[in-house]
């Protein structure tokens, strides 16, 4: 297939690093084909002449599968703390290594939705499985604990059923409910204990219900047991709401390291199953210490700053920014960087830690706010997206799960390359 270049985005190095890696031209065509011609005109480009900062695609895109086959509508992928690369799909979970071979693979009845992995390397999958209750068969949601992936001998360590785990039911009858059905685990995000955040959707319980409401931000600890409910609202949109939630984020990402901040802030990404539009879509939600515990709060500073155009020209806190954001995730190294992957839009939208959209200007440049290389469309072309699903990131490589176009694509700043 032929992958089209934005002309005069490539640096030289990044020849640099094709020319490393094109040890087959059954993978990278011949020197004499138009993509690699492209390529290397691109590189002829004088430095001086670069005058924009961009993402660029890192070939070639994986579409192989942890058994050797094709993805089939990869829906989340993760670069985990051991460096393995993790794709969920509609077959179950596959571990590629980072030049996207494969490892390992998890069959899963019905694919999973999203993936994550711990410090201590085990692996999360939210999923749906099958249960007999009261001589029916119900298909429930999960979330799916993993162990020794890597070695070759993975194992569900446990299980985390709704409604049974979940400690929000623990007035009503812990049968399931025809309600129960429509629930959906959307994401797992790490905390600094190796505690989990779950995000969860599905419909509004019935005025008076003793039920807790479907949409929330869920708190695990390592054995499965649910210790609270994040206080958001589920009902009514809000700078601390939880209006189908789609994903969650906490600040905990690979690189490894010893110890994290002892803190629980987060991000929750919302997509109203009605699909009508929130003006804020993505919340950055404090978790406050106060004499009587751990109260969440608003980031006002990430609103405050959208009215200061002096820092950028795009905010995370931009009202009406997204359309359908399916995924967010934090970069763990010193950029701090956010993204957030808008399956609606085709597009993904890069931000700095303050909130403002765009990354740092590159060295030597006379301007000081960020640079915006949010991009997208709609489309199979190399910058190009069909209702992309996920997004993770790693040694300055973005991955974004491309669910329509059945691949896993890789974008690198043409900054970053040396």
Known sequence: MHYPFRIGIVVTA????????????????????????????AGRT??????????????????????????ESPHDVYVGYDSFIYVVDDRGLHILDRSGRPANFVAIPGGGSSVIQDRKLNVY?????????????????????????????????????????????KFQLPDPL???????????????????????????????SLVFPHNAILEFNEEGINTQAVPLNPARESLRSAIGPSSVMTFVQPPQRESFNPVKHFAIAQ?????????F?????????TPDGIVYRPDSDKLSITTDTTR??????EEFKFDNPA????????????????????????FTANGVEGVAPPAGSTSRTPVVVSFGGSGDGSTQFSSPGGVAYSNRIVYVADTGNNRISRFRLNTDFE
Request: charged share 20%; net charge negative.
């Open 14 to 41: 990044f020849v640099g690093v094709l020319v490393s890696l094109t040890g087959c031209d059954s993978i990278w065509g011949s020197k004499s084909d138009d993509t690699t011609q492209e390529i290397f005109e």
């Open 46 to 71: 004088p430095p001086s002449l670069l005058d924009e900062v961009n993402y660029v695609p890192l070939f070639p895109f994986f579409d192989r599968s942890g058994d050797g086959a094709f993805l």
């Open 125 to 169: 999958v939210t999923a749906r499985r099958d249960t007999l209750v009261n001589n029916r068969t119900w298909n429930l949601p999960v979330v799916l604990k993993y162990a020794d992936i890597t070695t070759g001998n993975p194992q569900i360590t446990s299980i985390i059923w709704h409604p049974f785990d979940d400690d929000t039911r």
């Open 178 to 208: 025809d309600t129960d059905e429509q629930v959906s685990f959307t994401g797992v995000a790490i905390l600094y204990n190796n505690n989990i955040f779950v995000s969860r959707t599905g419909p509004l319980n019935e005025p008076g």
């Open 271 to 279: 997509t109203p199953p009605d699909g009508s539009p929130l003006r």
């Open 281 to 289: 879509s993505v919340l950055s939600i404090l978790a406050v210490e």
């Open 312 to 317: 950028g020209s795009g905010f995370l806190y």
């Open 327 to 350: 995924d967010i995730t934090f970069a763990g190294d010193n950029t701090q960087y956010w993204f957030v992957i808008d399956s609606a839009k085709d597009s993904l939208f890069v």
